[in-house]
Structure formats: structure tokens, C-alpha cells
């Protein structure tokens, strides 16, 4: 009976949220981002466990180097932020090459190698989801990782958006297969990788804090020779963007794989941390980032003895 509940509700969700979308839709994007910041705000406010674990976040990552005011601020910012990224997405696909400009003001384009396929890492920062599609307006194939969601009404509502300018969608379970094929064809891959993840990962520090971060990007860059960047889209306080694009991070090799491993993610979890704390209000607090992994840490272990 638990279970049928809990697959009532989540088709409910499910449906409201495309509802929502719909609606955000045929509004103005202006209204949209007042109708976002007034769902964040709300969220902020009445959800506890959406302020709880972004002020928890905040002082992991700060200590006591934040007032408690100004850790409450960037925490309600986050919330804030979340919301307006949920509205503006039904606006996705009105994203063409003839009008991002005005939206969107594009810095560093010249770091992308128009001859070699190669990694977009990014992070849960602005406007995370009209990322990829601004790069394939910029003349580029691009494919993007994402975890499905586990509503299949909304799962394919919003796959269905963010392929709808020609993005490709690739399943992070099982996924990675096609995404070497879309490589060597010559496609950018682009990867959020500022969550925490459950396997196939390496411990980094991320804002001078322990953690894990996904392996996947550097393995593949080192394995195939492809050039990586790192790509963020920050709001600027008209509510218009900036994406930046970083040069590409250095690959160079000391012999030792595992180790070259660990120091290319953790330049590219730098970079990150860098733009978070440039606009720490647009980031998601609202995700464990620094989760306790007692599997990782165990295979970590056995890994770093057996080379001992």
C-alpha cells in the first residue's frame, strides 16, 4: 500500500510540474523569473529540510568565515535560484542562434578546439540547463549526461525540452558506451560534476573540505587524448547570463595513471569552487556535496595498499 502511495504522489508531482512548465511557457520570460524567485523564496521559507541542508552546506563550506546572516543569504539565494531555473526552462527551446545574444553573453569560445571532440565539466551553477543548448547554438554537437528522473511522465517531458534544439541526452547508468561513440564522432560531451557521486570516483577537496568527485571525464580525456573545459553560466543582476568557458585544463602525465587521475579532477573541481564562490547564491546548496561514502572510501583504501 506504501508503495502505491508513493507512485500516486509521484505521478501527482509529476504532473503538476509539467502543468507548471506548460504555464511557464506562454509567459514572458521576465514573468517567469518573478514567478521563480516567489517559488524560491516560498521554498526557503516554508520546506525545512530545503534550509536546513543548504545552511548546513553553507557552513561546511564558509565556517566561520560568514555571519550567520550572510550564510542565510547565500542559503536563500540558492533556493531562489532553483526556482528560476525551474521557470525558465519551458523557454529552452525558444533558444536559437539568431537570439542568444540577448540573453546570453558568451566568454572564452575560442577555448573550444573546433577540430577535437572533447569534455564540457560543468556544475549546478545559474542556469545549468540552457547550457548545453547555448553551446550547440554556438555550431557545436553536443551531448550532455543526465540522471533520469524517476517520474516517467515528467522524465520524458523534460528529455523532450532539453533535446528539443538538437541536444543529445545520454543516460549516466549505462551510458557510457554511446558517449564514446558521440566522441570519436566528433561531438562535445558535457558533464555536471559538482555532486556527490556513488561510484566510479576519486577523493578531491572542494571548498578545502574531503570529498569525492566523478572520474569518468579525466579518464576518458586522458584514455583518448581529448581536450577538457570547464563551462559555467552565471545570472548577472539584469537576469541576463554570462557563459564562460575556461581554457582547456592540462593534461599532462607523470607515469603514474592513478595519480594523474586524481590531479586533473581536482583542477577541474578548482575551477569550480572558483565560480561557486564568484556567485555562491547561484550554486545548489541544496545537495550533500559532502556525503560520507564508506564504500568509495573502503575501495580507495584497498586500492592505495595494493599499490603500497
Not at 5 to 11: C, H, L, P, S, V
Not at 82 to 101: D, K, M, Q, S, Y
Not at 179 to 203: N, Y
Not at 229 to 258: A, C, H, Q, W
Amino acid at each position: 500500500m506504501a508503495r502505491q502511495r508513493n507512485a500516486f504522489i509521484q505521478n501527482l508531482v509529476a504532473h503538476i510540474s509539467i502543468a507548471f512548465c506548460r504555464g511557464m511557457g506562454v509567459l514572458p520570460l521576465p514573468v517567469c523569473r518573478a514567478v521563480g524567485r516567489g517559488i524560491g523564496i516560498f521554498m526557503y521559507a516554508c520546506v525545512p529540510r530545503v534550509r536546513s541542508v543548504a545552511l548546513d552546506n553553507v557552513r561546511k563550506a564558509y565556517g566561520d568565515s560568514l555571519s550567520e546572516s550572510e550564510a542565510r543569504d547565500i542559503a536563500r539565494g540558492a533556493a531562489i535560484n532553483v526556482g528560476i531555473v525551474a521557470a525558465e526552462f519551458a523557454h529552452l527551446p525558444r533558444l536559437t542562434p539568431e537570439n542568444i545574444a540577448r540573453w546570453i553573453t558568451v566568454e572564452g569560445a575560442e577555448n573550444f578546439n573546433r577540430e577535437l571532440p572533447g569534455f564540457i565539466i560543468g556544475a549546478h551553477l545559474g542556469n545549468w540547463e540552457w547550457m548545453a543548448t547555448v553551446i550547440k547554438n554556438l555550431g557545436f554537437n553536443v551531448a550532455e549526461v543526465v540522471r533520469p528522473l524517476d517520474a516517467p511522465a515528467l522524465n520524458a517531458y523534460v528529455d523532450r525540452i532539453r533535446q528539443s534544439r538538437g541536444v543529445r541526452t545520454i543516460d549516466k547508468t549505462g551510458g557510457g558506451q554511446e558517449m564514446l561513440r558521440l566522441l570519436k564522432e566528433g561531438w562535445i560531451a558535457g558533464v555536471l560534476a559538482d555532486q556527490s557521486p556513488r561510484e566510479s570516483a576519486v577523493p578531491v577537496t572542494f571548498f578545502g573540505r574531503p570529498c569525492w568527485a566523478t572520474i569518468g571525464p579525466a579518464m576518458v580525456a586522458l584514455r583518448q587524448k581529448m581536450p577538457m573545459v570547464v563551462v559555467t553560466m552565471t545570472r548577472k543582476p539584469d537576469g541576463n547570463y554570462v557563459l564562460r568557458i575556461s581554457p582547456p585544463i592540462s593534461l599532462e602525465r607523470s607515469g603514474d595513471f592513478r595519480a594523474d587521475l586524481v590531479t586533473i579532477t581536482q583542477r577541474c573541481q578548482d575551477i569550480l569552487e572558483q565560480e561557486i564562490r564568484a556567485h555562491p547564491e547561484q550554486w545548489l546548496w541544496l545537495h550533500r556535496r559532502w556525503k560520507s561514502r564508506p564504500r568509495l572510501e573502503q575501495e580507495w583504501s584497498k586500492k592505495k595498499s595494493a599499490e603500497a
